[in-house]
T-cell receptor
């Protein structure tokens, strides 16, 4: 099992550019999540998908959109990147064998200039 | 609202020292409690968890006990190693919030030889 995978690992964008962060899992997770990690602020939930076909806003959804393409994949899109979106982004999954535990991907480090 | 508060870091210890990282939470119900660890350049990994009052989670020499009366879940280890250097996150998940985790800010631990 690859677990939770994310692409790309690193990305630099200019203000106003768009991009999609990809996340895939092979652990049969029903729920998937996108977080951002900023110094001194822990992890904050951007969006989540409780099950295939559903998505909901988290704590900091502004400037982002998501798509739960199928059970395995959950993408995060920045339509018009801003410097405030410079962060490390983590995808996580829960469910299947891990009813109570979220499993995290390795992260994407995004810099917006 | 629901929140998790961790002891401020960074924490620097010598090898074989005793470690405590404090964590307290606010919740409206009876959450599950977690400690996650993040090694440099990696995603978060579950370290241990407890799902009800007085439960003790343990893993790799680390322990934490779910104290409902003090709403705490302090992380302890009797003898730290250099390889324990990482960022530690306390988190809780309330049944009423579905599957969402609320994280503390994280505590950076450095263990010197």
């Amino acid at each position: 099992n690859a677990g939770v995978t994310q692409t790309p690992k690193f990305q630099v964008l200019k203000t106003g550019q768009s991009m999609t962060l990809q996340c895939a899992q092979d652990m049969n997770h029903n729920s998937m999540y996108w977080y951002r990690q900023d110094p001194g602020m822990g992890l904050r939930l951007i969006y989540y998908s409780a099950s295939e076909g559903t998505t909901d806003k988290g704590e900091v959804p502004n400037g982002y959109n998501v798509s739960r393409l199928n059970k395995r994949e959950f993408s995060l899109r920045l339509e018009s990147a801003a410097p405030s979106q410079t962060s490390v982004y983590f995808c996580a999954g829960r469910g299947g064998k891990s009813a109570d535990t979220q499993y995290f991907g390795p992260g994407t480090r995004l810099t917006v200039l | 609202g629901n929140s998790v508060t961790q002891m401020e870091g960074p924490v620097t210890l010598s090898e074989e020292a005793f470690l405590t990282i404090n964590c307290t939470y606010t919740a409206t119900g009876y959450p599950s409690l977690f400690w996650y660890v993040q090694y440099p350049g990696e995603g978060l990994q579950l370290l241990l968890k407890a799902t009800k009052a007085d439960d003790k989670g343990s893993n790799k020499g680390f322990e934490a006990t779910y104290r409902k009366e003090t709403t705490s879940f302090h992380l302890e280890k009797g003898s730290v190693q250099v390889s324990d250097s990482a960022v530690y996150f306390c988190a809780h998940r309330e049944v009423t919030s579905g599957s969402r985790l609320t994280f503390g800010e994280g505590t950076q631990l450095t263990v010197n030889p």
